[in-house]
């Protein structure tokens, strides 16, 4: 069982790393390919972190942004689990 857990942990890790914000870059892409002629609000709301220019420049709810809240809101707890196996790795 325990040997489970620590698999859990390493695998939340590697893929909270890989996927989270390769997942969330795509969301937005997509999310914002239409609305590509105003560069200024493209950009920053591409390429801000922690999707900050997504929610500064779109604050109105819509069926994207329930999705993209509950793709943030699992890559979160699974970043919760991964941090886990730091602390497990440090051995207090």
């Known amino acids: 069982m325990f040997e489970f857990a620590v698999g859990l942990m390493i695998y939340a ?3 909270t790393l890989i996927f989270g914000p390769l997942t969330l870059f ?3 892409l997509v999310y914002l390919w239409p609305m590509r002629k105003n560069k200024k609000i ?4 591409l390429f801000l972190p922690c999707s ?3 929610y500064y420049h779109f604050p109105t709810q819509s069926k994207f942004k329930k999705n993209y809240n509950t ?3 699992i890559f979160f707890a699974l970043t919760v ?3 886990f196996f730091i602390i497990y790795q440090i051995k207090w």
């Open 71 to 73: 793709v943030s809101a």
């Open 42 to 45: 493209f950009y920053s709301a």
């Open 26 to 28: 795509i969301m937005r």
């Open 13 to 15: 890790f590697y893929f």
């Open 81 to 83: 689990i991964a941090s």
């Open 52 to 54: 900050i220019g997504l």
